[in-house]
């Protein structure tokens, strides 16, 4: 393991802490009970998805399933 390596791994924890971080913005609609919701970037790394749909559980219902990501966030997504 050099310095390259080192480097290597941060810049990639980077990158998926920004994705967390990006993905926080957005709502999560659960097709189980309907409902929108948001969650912390701590709970969306590793998080498994096909395109916008990700591999969740709705705070709502407690449903552990696929959730549609809208990117809908006028109010707060001002970038
Ligand atoms: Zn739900």
Redesign the pocket.
């Known amino acids: 393991m050099g310095i390259a390596a080192c480097v290597v791994l941060l810049v990639l924890a980077a990158l998926i802490v920004a994705q967390a971080r990006a993905l926080a913005r957005c709502r999560f609609w659960?097709k189980?009970?309907?409902?929108l919701f948001a969650l912390p970037w701590t709970k969306l790394l590793f998080r498994q998805h096909v395109n916008e749909e990700w591999r969740l559980t709705?705070p709502?219902?407690?449903?552990k399933g696929w959730c549609i990501a809208r990117r809908n966030g006028k109010d707060e997504d001002t970038k």
């Open positions: 659960c189980s009970c309907g409902q709705c709502h219902c407690g449903h």
